[in-house]
């Protein structure tokens, strides 16, 4: 098709066609761009976290006062012991921290004692020796804990001894600090005294707060210090179907047991990751919307004007149409009209993606826009744009060639 | 005229109703996203405590070791327990508090109300003076409360309601954790948006409910909330006496900019001072931001907001350049009227005039409010821990209106004036 008349044309209603060409291009930067928010954030809510999410249910008590004089670790793994014996609890542990909980433990982490900056800030799990079991984190090299490995924390915390002898770290941290080495077997400095050996390797274990770094938040490592229920909380495994029956059972045992400590908190791990990544979701949401609200304003936008044209050039049609042209050529011309004036508009759309990209980067630390959104971004304006000018290009192609032997 | 032209406008509008309510619809909802977005970052980045922002000030010092060091960085952000002690004790400022978060377990007399954790603050005297806690019985306690431990309690009005019944509740008894503290004020509604004075725990939601005596919660080993930062070995493992772990708020009032000044040479001293002790291994570094700047320096509006923010305007923005093609073409169909009016004597002004009263009809401003205060009625509904907050207030209101007048003139003016350059007699021989 000669598309010589049809720039002809269009050079005589500059400024509509601008303003098409402008509003393409506007939707197209904000699409690609909120296009890519949206992966991010669903990217992001799926992060893996390591543990069996299912199974886990977690409890976080405090205490309200006199302990009866009994010594808290005692008194803890009592606690624990009575709730491992809960029937259906398959595994109970001690735990200073859960995925996605509330509080967070952070330590930077040395490769050499007199190493001036921290290699990494790594998440710090304190576990006692049924916390691997408990929250089926992979092992996928080296081995577990042995019984004379463990620490309790107020020596630690204390000074009364040296760092941990040993520690696991997840594969993201080991690839990070030693690369493609072996990490099985490295020191790493906790302080400046004594190194801790790298003894086990997990697949994955989030740390519980994280910002849009996911090699940070898979930056983990586990302790094998154990600890009272002052620093601790209560993490149950169990099959899915058995969680709820286990919390109720649960804090009655616990009400039992403990009778001078409340129950703060008692909720499945899954409910904790839901509530992690409400905002992102409710962000996606809203980020949809204005995704579908800019379709539809654009496509209605589109058809208005269009069907201005076609209203404003009836009888030319219609001479058109008297002298030969067929219902197709009409349609074509108004088709390949919105084409050209689309095309304006991704080409400008596309430039301006890429530096509201550039700005969003700078502004939110937020990565790059991957090039292949720009390509979907223009397809699918593209689409509007043929889809929005079909019904009034159809009108246009159905004008009787006798229009032209009328006046007005 | 006026008059004749908003019924010559309804009549046109009349014509198209769809293309017409088009328009609307579409300059209504970027309006609505533009007022809901603008509204909540409005209320998110708003002065906690307007009368007195500007004199209450954040004093920053850094204890830190020389580990990691980087110059230029910021100061700690919190303050370890012997030197809040030493600028508290200093008495340098108007007035000063030493704080933190923490929680403890309510044990209701009543039977029947089982023990529940609240919130809590553990501060010294100046705290409720200082920023302005409005009470409705009773008052904070003393000075000397602090240096004796005094079992004493300020509670929130709604916890008093909760527990007491509400009613003038000082001096009764309030069961806390395992001892019994006597209740010396309860606090009229107060609530500071955001939680400027500490800012580690919910920024816009979960106040603490009762306030007591930090020694006295040191004493009696509450439990504290917030973050610690330890960056060396804690001789005996205790934490919070540590010189080497900041986990403390320490705010002070400073009534002239005279006096501020002197404050900050008063940091360098006591930084100076305990460099020559053996601490403070870091070249000085001392800051004393005001609430603004603190809050500014804590990035404490949620980045997404203001992404929502630029998002709406974008929003608009396409919604704007639409509705102006839509009328430049419709106005442009009507060269022929254009052409009669100018023929018998209108002069563009008056077409201009025409034309832009019609575009403003178009503005949109009640739809934009009612789908911003539907808007705002959907953020109430998230999860964010702002939500409740969002509601529109009067400079809101006056910001929507300007808006919409301010959209609809620019949807306007390219139409009208294109409208108005018609050439009479050309218009009228083709027709």
Not at chain 2, 139 to 144: H, I, N, Q, R
Not at chain 2, 237 to 250: A, E, I, K, R, T
Not at chain 2, 400 to 408: F, G, I, P, S
Request: charged share 20%; proline share 5%.
């Amino acid at each position: 098709m000669d598309i010589a008349p049809i720039i002809a044309a269009l050079k005589r209603q500059k400024t509509a066609a601008a303003l098409i060409a402008i509003e393409i291009a506007l939707s197209c930067a904000i699409i690609c761009n909120v296009l890519f928010l949206i992966t991010h954030r669903l990217e992001r809510s799926h992060v893996p976290s390591g543990v069996v999410e299912d199974e886990l249910v977690y409890i976080r008590t405090a205490g309200i006062g006199a302990s009866g004089g009994d010594d808290p670790m005692v008194r803890a793994r009592e606690d624990r012991a009575a709730l491992a014996s809960i029937p259906g609890v398959k595994s109970a542990t001690i735990i200073n921290q859960i995925p996605f909980g509330h509080s967070s433990w952070n330590t930077g982490v040395k490769l050499a004692a007199d190493q001036q900056q921290t290699s990494a800030n790594v998440g710090a799990y304190y576990a006692d020796e049924h916390m691997l079991d408990s929250f089926g984190v992979k092992l996928i090299a080296g081995r577990q804990f042995t019984s004379d490995e463990f620490l309790n924390f107020d020596d630690v915390l204390k000074g009364k001894s040296d760092p941990p002898s040993s520690m696991i770290i997840t594969k993201t941290l080991a690839r990070r600090l030693f690369g493609d080495e072996n990490a099985i077997g490295k020191n790493i400095y906790l302080d400046d005294t004594k190194p801790t050996r790298v003894i086990g390797i997990v697949e994955h274990l989030i740390r519980p707060n994280f910002g849009s770094d996911l090699i940070d938040a898979d930056s983990s490592m586990i302790l094998p210090v154990r600890l009272s229920l002052g620093y601790g909380q209560f993490v149950l495994r169990t099959d899915p179907g058995n969680r709820d029956a286990v919390i109720a059972a649960a804090r009655k045992k616990l009400k039992e047991v403990s009778p001078n400590r409340i129950v703060l908190d008692a909720k499945t791990l899954e409910s904790a990751r839901s509530d992690y990544f409400k905002q992102d979701r409710v962000m996606a949401g809203l980020l949809v919307a204005v995704v579908i609200s800019l379709l539809i304003v654009t496509a209605l936008g589109i058809v208005g004007l269009a069907s201005f044209w076609v209203q404003r050039r009836r009888r030319q049609i219609g001479i058109r149409r008297a002298l030969g042209a067929t219902r197709r050529q009409i349609l074509h011309y108004f088709q390949t009209e919105n084409f050209l004036i689309v095309t304006v508009g991704i080409v400008i759309g596309m430039g301006a993606a890429y530096a509201i990209s550039g700005w969003l980067m700078h502004q939110y630390e937020l990565p790059r826009l991957p090039l292949y959104y720009l390509p979907v971004g223009a397809v699918a304006l593209w689409l509007l744009g043929q889809l929005s000018v079909l019904a009034p290009a159809l009108r246009a192609a159905s004008v009787p060639p006798a229009t032209a032997t009328r006046t007005v | 005229m006026l008059r004749y032209y908003a019924w010559l406008a309804a009549r046109s509008l009349k014509r198209n109703p769809a293309l017409t309510a088009l328009m609307v619809l579409a300059i209504g909802l970027g309006i609505g996203a533009s007022i809901t977005t603008l509204t909540v970052l409005h209320i998110l980045s708003g002065d906690p405590i307007p009368e007195k922002s500007a004199r209450l000030f954040y004093p920053q010092i850094d204890p830190r070791t020389i580990n990691d060091y980087h110059p230029g960085e910021a100061p700690a952000e919190q303050v370890t327990y012997p030197d809040g002690m030493n600028l508290l004790q200093a008495k340098r400022a108007d007035r000063q508090a030493l704080m933190t978060g923490g929680g403890a377990v309510v044990l209701p007399d009543d039977a029947a109300i089982d023990p529940f954790s609240v919130d809590a603050r553990y501060t010294t005297a100046d705290f409720f003076a200082m920023f302005d806690a409005p009470f409705q019985y009773g008052s904070g306690w003393k000075a000397a409360d602090d240096d004796a431990h005094a079992r004493d309690v300020v509670i929130t009005r709604s916890l008093n309601k909760k527990v007491f019944g509400g009613g003038n509740s000082v001096g009764k008894t309030l069961r806390l954790q395992s001892t019994d503290f006597r209740v010396v004020g309860v606090l009229d509604d107060w609530r500071p948006t955001p939680h400027f004075y500490d800012l580690n725990s919910a920024r816009y939601s979960d106040y603490e409910e009762v306030f007591l005596p930090l020694s006295t919660a040191m004493e009696l080993e509450f439990g504290r909330n917030g973050s610690m930062d330890c960056w060396d070995n804690t001789p005996d493992g205790d934490q919070l006496h540590s010189p080497n772990c900041s986990w403390l708020q320490f705010w002070v009032e400073l009534d002239t900019p005279e006096k501020a000044k002197a404050y900050q040479a008063f940091l360098n001293n006591y930084s100076d001072e305990q460099r020559s002790q053996g601490r403070f291994p870091r070249p000085n570094n001392v800051r004393l931001p005001t609430v603004m700047q603190w809050l500014d320096d804590q990035k404490v509006v949620p980045t997404d907001v203001r992404l929502q923010v630029w998002l709406s305007f974008g929003f608009l923005a396409v919604c704007l350049v639409n509705t102006i093609g839509l009328m430049l073409a419709k106005f442009l169909r009507r060269n022929g009227e254009i052409a009669v009016r100018r023929a018998i004597g209108a002069p563009r002004r008056e077409i201009f005039a025409q034309f832009l009263v019609e575009a403003g009809a178009v503005a949109g401003a009640v739809l934009g409010l009612l789908l911003a205060l539907f808007g705002l009625w959907g953020v109430r509904q998230q999860a964010a821990d702002y939500a409740e907050l969002a509601h529109i207030d009067p400079t809101m209101l006056l910001m929507t209106l300007l808006l919409a007048l301010a959209t609809a003139l620019l949807s306007g003016l390219l139409p009208a004036w294109r409208a108005c350059q018609v050439t009479p007699a050309l218009q009228l021989k083709s027709d």
